[in-house]
């Protein structure tokens, strides 16, 4: 049945060590100056479409990609720049698809809300509200039947919770005992009508009770909380249990999206929020145990400013995608000779 406890605490610098905290240090550099980056170019015109920003949210896959092994699989929604930057893609490649170039991750043909990275096992960003939630089974589906030892991570923001095929793919996960993990990342909103408002049930954690699915809620401001969580329910999962459910708790500093006013929320709690900032927390960590100096912090720091901008000069140095392209990688072509290359 559901676990409703929370996440263990655990005392920073007890269970994880030094390289560990220094990943997560530069994992979540790259993701928050990435994205402050992208907020201005979206400002400037660079790039068009929609634009959503993690900014706050990025001790959920700091945590995740040190809990996972490089084989599972990984699938969100649309806010998705960071997901690529901390599996291992390069900046400039995700830049670039933001620019719609060739060299990005989709060729120029997903943009912000679509990225892919097969080597990577990245299996989309998608833009349709909730329909990854069955995709992320059915990718778990496969792997089970071809006997491959992988946990599918399938995450979702709290409003597409609402979505009837969550409960479709939560019966038949459980039914078939698939190896997936389905994420809540709960920055508690939606696009902008707080979970207290869309629902009687407020703990999250729970919604898969009817199925049978456990689930537990975790912090998500803190990558210690966040690592063990997706630890213990990848576990739970390669042992044939079936799916877990995570409801982790997060805020995002920034609107739904960037055309976002925010009436909804007040500065104030924005800003009670970022007390609890993931970076620095794990900042004030690294100095505490004497495991980094100001200086060293700082100079990370400026050599991931200067990562982003390299990347923003690749893309805007990178051809558009030719005519032709429009064609391609819609079908198979082995499985439609009749499209021509």
Same mark, same amino acid.
């Given at each position: 049945?559901?676990? %409703?406890? $929370?996440a263990k605490k655990t005392a920073p610098g007890t269970s994880f060590g030094k390289e560990t905290y220094l990943r997560w240090f530069k994992d979540m550099l790259l993701m928050r100056r990435f994205e402050e980056k992208t907020g201005q170019l979206y400002t400037m015109q660079k790039f068009g479409g929609f634009c959503?920003?993690? &900014?706050?949210?990025? $001790? &959920?896959?700091a945590g995740m990609v040190t809990a996972i092994r490089p084989s599972d699989r990984v699938i969100t929604?649309?806010?998705d720049h960071a997901h690529p930057l901390v599996l291992g893609t390069p900046a400039k490649n995700v830049m670039a698809e933001l620019f719609g170039r060739i060299t990005g991750t989709s060729k120029g043909k997903g943009g912000s809300m679509h990225y892919f990275d097969k080597e990577r096992n990245l299996f989309g960003g998608h833009g349709i509200v909730g329909g990854q939630i069955g995709l992320g089974a059915g990718i778990a589906f496969a792997d089970k039947y071809r006997g491959e030892?992988?946990?599918?991570?399938?995450?979702m923001g709290d409003g597409a919770i609402r979505q009837g095929i969550l409960h479709e793919t939560f019966n038949m996960a459980m039914t078939w005992k698939l190896p997936v993990i389905f994420i809540i990342e709960n920055n508690n909103y939606a696009m902008g009508t707080s979970v207290e408002r869309t629902s009687n049930v407020h703990d999250l954690s729970t919604i898969g009770e009817s199925y049978d699915m456990p689930g537990l809620g975790v912090n998500g401001m803190r990558c210690e909380d966040v690592h063990e969580a997706i630890s213990m329910a990848c576990a739970h999962v390669r042992a044939g249990n079936g799916p877990y459910l995570l409801d982790i708790k997060t805020y995002r500093y920034k609107g739904h999206s960037m055309s976002d006013p925010q009436k909804y929320r007040t500065k104030e709690e924005v800003e009670e929020y970022k007390k609890q900032d993931p970076i620095e927390s794990v900042r004030a960590t690294l100095? $505490? %145990?004497k495991w980094a100096s100001e200086a060293?912090?700082? $100079?990370?720091?400026v050599a991931t400013k200067k990562e982003v901008e390299e990347a923003v000069k690749f893309a805007e140095e990178s051809p558009l995608p030719p005519v032709d392209e429009l064609y391609l990688d819609v079908y198979r072509q082995k499985d439609y000779p009749f499209i021509k290359d």
């Open positions: 049945m559901t676990t %409703k406890t $929370a959503h920003l993690y &900014i706050g949210q990025e $001790a &959920i896959l929604g649309y806010r030892d992988h946990v599918t991570l399938c995450m100095l $505490a %145990k060293e912090l700082d $100079a990370m720091d």
